[in-house]
């Protein structure tokens, strides 16, 4: 008989564990910081692959990517100020649909690596200055977004699709190599070059 309790017991806790939903987990600290401080965030947690990261409040401050994070999503801007979410030499796995609003700045240099299945919908800034955008999801700039493609010094690797629907601009010789897909789309993108090549 105990057995069968423990076999039950089992049993609905698998049940419930399918039944989890992923926890929103608010970043709090309107003065910027580190990604991977629990103190950050609401509640005390960093972010995880079950959960969702929400950078929306109001204000203009920085997060600043200083771990391999994975999440389930991600959404970034406020309803004023500018929220930065900046990566310079780390991993972020997002693995479903995630959202830079128009107040919000995406921000890859040198190391960084954007993957997961998750495609990104920026309508605020996306800054590519180095690093690599992999994965199965895409990256879409759309319309009244800018992406902004600088940096000499630092390689740009593109192993997804990245498509322009907004402004971009080029604005250092860059060498974007890799086997993604760049699509400018025609009749709503424009993609200025303001360097010499």
Do not use: E
């Amino acid at each position: 008989m105990k057995n069968i309790r423990i076999l039950s017991l089992l049993s609905l806790l698998a049940i419930c564990q399918q039944n989890i939903k992923a926890t929103d987990i608010v970043w709090t600290n309107t003065t910027g910081g580190n990604w991977n401080v629990a103190a950050n965030w609401s509640p005390n947690t960093v972010p995880g692959a079950t959960d969702s990261a929400i950078i929306t409040n109001s204000g203009t401050y920085t997060v600043t990517i200083n771990a391999a994070s994975t999440v389930t999503n991600l959404t970034l801007g406020g309803i004023s100020g500018t929220q930065t979410l900046a990566n310079a030499s780390f991993v972020l796995t997002l693995n479903d649909a995630s959202f830079v609003g128009t107040n919000g700045v995406f921000a890859m240099d040198a190391g960084a690596t954007l993957t997961g299945n998750g495609n990104l919908t920026v309508q605020g800034i996306l800054n590519w200055t180095g690093g690599t955008m992999s994965g199965s999801g895409r990256t879409i700039v759309t319309n009244g977004a800018t992406l902004n493609i600088a940096g000499f010094s630092y390689g740009k690797t593109l192993h997804r699709s990245l498509d322009l629907f907004g402004n971009g601009s080029v604005s250092a010789p860059s060498v974007i190599a890799g086997n993604g897909v760049f699509f400018n789309v025609f009749g709503s993108a424009t993609l200025d070059f303001t360097a010499d090549y």
